[in-house]
């Protein structure tokens, strides 16, 4: 596949086209950081948003965690972030997708860019463990809402993390 067939209209109508388009992308690839970069990419060009990416769980000492920058499109971004840290350390702790209509009022949010305004992150499990978040952010206040988590949660095709590994 060289090109996405990206539809005009509402952003159901942009999921359910580009969602069977990432799982064919997916589709025979082993590769972890090759499906992740693809996966952002074809984020962003489908949406236009200002920062798409992935924060892997990566393993420091027994006990000690923390999300990593994994692959994403978009300006520089911050390098690590703790356990329960930020919106994408809070979802992997809460083990469930974040919707922020406002990040200045996010307790605790990391400012990676001030052009930030909304977020959504949303964590992928392997085993019933978080192993990583797609975090993406928009420059418009309220720039997601339950139709983006709802169809970014149904990215990953059944045994793609146990494929990945």
Known sequence: MENLEIPKGDKRVVYESLIPQIHALLDGETDL???????????????????????I?????????????????GPVACTRISYGKGVCGTAWKEGKCLVVDDVDLFPGHIACSSLSRSEIVVPFFNDGKVVAVLDI????????????????????PNGFWELCK
Do not use: C, I, M, R
């Open 137 to 156: 952010d928009s420059e418009k206040l309220s720039g997601f809402d339950q139709t983006d988590a709802l169809y970014l949660e149904k990215l990953f």
């Open 57 to 73: 769980v990566k393993q420091q000492k027994p006990n000690d965690a923390v999300l990593v920058l994994g692959p994403f499109q």
């Open 33 to 55: 950081y090759a499906n992740l970069a693809n996966v952002a990419a074809a984020l962003k060009e489908g949406f236009g948003h200002f920062w798409v990416g992935f924060y």
